[in-house]
């Protein structure tokens, strides 16, 4: 599986932003999928994940009720819209796929490139 993040960009506080992850693979359907956030200096971060099915979704304590992951099976893409964004979401976002679920949050799996936000205050 390939994974190619965007959507990033600058906005300031308070604006929402939506990334997309575009995944190649016919198993894509298969995966739980996940974000995760590195900022400068710290280390990486769960953001959240959704079953292959899309039936479940999991957000870090972080962006609980601002973040909503979504994915389109027949797209081969999965989402994270981001709204009501703080300058602490500053990071470059990632995507990753993989099973099982407690692979994907440790941080397994397959990974893409990631995408720069930044959040102005």
């Known amino acids: 599986v390939q994974l190619q993040a965007s959507g990033g960009g600058l906005v300031q506080a308070g604006d929402s932003l939506r990334l997309s992850c575009a995944a190649s693979?016919?198993?894509?359907?298969?995966?739980?999928m996940g974000w995760f956030r590195q900022a400068p200096g710290k280390e990486r971060e769960f953001v959240a994940a959704?079953?292959?099915?899309?039936?479940?979704?999991y957000y870090s304590d972080s962006v609980k009720g601002r973040f909503t992951i979504s994915r389109d099976n027949a797209k081969n893409t999965v989402y994270l819209q981001m709204n009501s964004l703080k300058p602490e979401d500053t990071a470059v976002y990632y995507c990753?796929?993989?099973?099982?679920?407690?692979?994907?949050?440790?941080?397994?799996?397959?990974w893409g490139q990631g995408t720069q936000v930044t959040v102005s205050s």
């Open positions: 959704i079953t292959w099915s899309g039936d479940s979704t």
């Open positions: 693979g016919r198993t894509f359907s298969r995966y739980i």
């Open positions: 990753a796929a993989g099973l099982p679920f407690s692979t994907v949050v440790a941080g397994g799996g397959y």
